[in-house]
């Protein structure tokens, strides 16, 4: 980011973009769970089922997006599956990026879920809620995987030729070597 300051303005920029979404959920999730403190629980309880459906949606879309993208391309990744089991690298990419995601997600997820709690004036919905994201994300992670590889694996790909990049794909799911 040193040599490149247009890359900074721009996580910048995003970074002030998300602040105003983010802070707005936090808010609406301390509302919600002053709505469900008030008895009209069912409703609610309804759009949250909903919300977290969508999420995972979302989060498969998304993973699916960035590994089709940018995760299942590593510099090397012939050297890589020469030198490293192709489940550890595998799992080394699908690892990677849950943490990625799992920086915002639960850092955002764990404040909305604290406002729901103290909105609802209920401490034990922190925990069920922080593993239902936790659960949300990691099935979520490897199923975007999935399904970027066996795109990737049917033939599509970003005008990449090589039979050599469309082999190690395959390596790295099934387990073979070449």
Not at 35 to 63: C, D, Q, S
Not at 76 to 88: A, E, K, Q
Request: charge should be neutral; proline fraction near 3%.
């Amino acid at each position: 980011m040193k040599g490149n300051p247009m890359q900074l303005l721009a996580l910048a920029f995003t970074a002030v973009m998300l602040l105003p979404f983010s802070l707005g959920g936090v808010f609406g999730a301390y509302l919600a769970g002053g709505f469900v403190a008030g008895n009209e629980a069912e409703p609610l309880i309804e759009w949250t089922r909903r919300g977290f459906v969508y999420g995972w949606i979302f989060v498969v879309g998304f993973g699916g997006y960035r590994a089709y993208a940018v995760a299942l391309r590593p510099d090397n990744l012939d050297g890589l599956l020469t030198t490293v089991s192709h489940r550890d690298v595998i799992a080394g990419l699908v690892l990677t990026e849950f943490a990625l995601w799992s920086v915002f997600f639960l850092t955002v997820g764990s404040a909305v879920t604290v406002a729901f709690a103290v909105g609802a004036g209920s401490l034990l919905t922190i925990p069920a809620l922080l593993i239902t994201l936790c659960f949300l994300l990691a099935t979520g992670i490897p199923a975007g995987f999935l399904l970027a590889l066996g795109v990737r694996n049917a033939g599509v790909d970003r005008g990449c030729s090589a039979a050599s990049e469309h082999c190690s794909s395959f390596c790295l799911v099934s387990g073979t070597s070449r």
